[in-house]
């Protein structure tokens, strides 16, 4: 058994939703979801057809708030305007797997990203959806992740529909154009999987140590439970080789999992890290 934390085995479980089919498109930068990107990309995805910022066909590259968008440019393909993204994959069913999270998501894939409480007068007003909308009901799977699985993100409803798978199950998808695909839930806790437009979310998968109850305990929408529930598998080795040393050498993705207030200071020490390296190279 290897020693790792919960955002390592979240990384490498998000990792293993991406595949040599469609294309992978990183939109807004969600440290997380660049790493599962990278770390596939260098084991079982080869061949993955990354676009990152506009670069197209982009090769793996390290994690890093004031490199990564210079990084993702050297090495790619070639560099697109965002219409022509939009046209090319998003709109054109190209789009593969693309990750997010939210604020909100319910028993249904919908996500809130836009406002708790009443939209004109909101308790919190969120950051909005950019193309997120398009994203969950377009590609071929729909990848969520939270790194706090609790009953005020997980809802029975969300209070602002930013977006929504629309059609869930293979059959309907097709006959409404789109490509078939599931929706897969990465949490802290375990793994929520829905295909069925007439069923709830099933438990796929506990992480380790966590049980069955506490999961149905802090989920606010119905699950179903298979009567076997699997273990997620734990990273390996080398998937922890490559993040720490390769991938995101300074931490990057633990800042999806620290509070509003700790973020200005682990952003601080990230950016004083980075800036040592580069000073260090120079010297």
Known sequence: MTDYEIHELMTCRVAAEVDNDGVTVMGSFTPLAYASYMLAKLTHAQDAYLVGFDAVGMAPVQLSFTGAEASAYKGAACRWGMLTEINSI????????????????????????????????????????????????????????FGNHNPRTLVDKVQFVTGTRWKVGDRAREEAGLQPGPIVVVTNLAVLVKDDDDRPFRIESVHPGVDVRTVVDNTGFELQVPADVPVTAEPTQEQLDLLRNRIDPFGTVKFDFVSGRERLSYLKEILDAEWDRAAARLA
């Open 90 to 145: 998003h709109l054109a069913n190209h789009g593969g797997v693309e990750a997010v999270s939210s604020a909100q998501f319910d028993g249904s894939g919908a996500i809130n990203l836009s406002a708790i409480g009443p939209f004109d007068a909101p308790k919190v007003r969120l950051p909005g959806g950019a193309g997120a909308a398009e994203v969950i009901k377009m590609y071929r799977k729909m990848i969520a992740y």
